[in-house]
């Protein structure tokens, strides 16, 4: 088994660092991707939390392990591989080095998670974590974990998408509303779009939504400032 010091090191070579051109110790948000792997509408959430004097780190949770985006669709997407309560290895890693580095204020940070990247981000311990982004977390059949009470509870925004394939809208607001019940502040945003309506793609019944894609962001953002004051740009 992993150290999560091992595990970082693992992942560390294949994160998108994003952010001011200094070392100022900066809040830091966290994002990872969805059972899809990287896509486009990650770096415009890191490219807004840049201009709003934030530090942003997308993790790749599959090119370290040698997987391709085809192989992460047939075994992950499907449930074979790295369930959610795995995948919360790769969010306790990515929290221990990121905190560790000099550019960034480690009692200042925020998880963002899409689809399975936020499937299982309150069953870990989130120690200097102030917020988390969950944008239409994976709550269907498969995740074990959805009702677990949370060992944490930041400022939350909650996404669900309205006419969401893996989830219906009853089952999503059942765990944001657990969520809420452990003192967390949750703010949940119901999206007039399918899942992932925020990735350039269509991949039927999933459907790029640019207006509702620039909501999202907007939201990100309010996130971000509602819970930390950044250094100036």
């Given at each position: 088994m992993q150290t999560l010091s091992q595990r970082w090191s693992m992942l560390e070579p294949a994160v998108t660092v994003v952010g001011p051109d200094d070392d100022r110790p900066r809040p830091a948000v966290i994002l990872f991707h969805g059972c899809g792997g990287l896509r486009g509408h990650l770096p415009k959430y890191a490219a807004a939390a840049k201009a709003a004097g934030w530090r942003a780190f997308i993790v790749d949770s599959y090119g370290p392990r040698g997987w391709s985006r085809a192989f992460a669709m047939a075994m992950v997407c499907t449930g074979v591989l790295l369930h959610g309560s795995q995948r919360a290895g790769d969010i306790l890693a990515a929290l221990l080095g990121v905190s560790q580095r000099r550019d960034v204020d480690g009692s200042k940070i925020v998880l963002a998670g899409w689809s399975h990247g936020g499937?299982?981000?309150?069953?870990?311990?989130?120690?200097?974590?102030?917020?988390?982004?969950?944008?239409?977390?994976?709550?269907?059949?498969?995740?074990?974990?959805?009702?677990?009470?949370?060992k944490h509870c930041p400022k939350t925004v909650a996404v669900i998408s309205r006419t969401d394939h893996l989830t219906t809208v009853r089952n999503a607001q059942q765990v944001?509303?657990?969520?809420?019940?452990?003192?967390?502040?949750?703010?949940?945003?119901?999206?007039?779009?399918?899942?992932?309506?925020?990735?350039?793609?269509?991949?039927?019944?999933?459907?790029?939504?640019?207006?509702?894609?620039?909501?999202?962001?907007?939201?990100?953002?309010?996130?971000?400032?509602?819970?930390?004051?950044?250094?100036?740009?």
């Open positions: 499937s299982d981000a309150g069953s870990v311990p989130l120690d200097g974590v102030i917020g988390t982004w969950l944008a239409y977390p994976y709550v269907g059949i498969g995740a074990f974990n959805k009702m677990r009470p949370w944001h509303d657990m969520v809420r019940n452990c003192g967390a502040d949750v703010e949940t945003w119901i999206a007039d779009g399918t899942h992932s309506f925020d990735e350039p793609m269509t991949a039927p019944p999933m459907r790029y939504h640019p207006e509702l894609a620039a909501e999202a962001e907007r939201r990100f953002v309010a996130l971000l400032n509602d819970v930390a004051v950044a250094p100036g740009v």
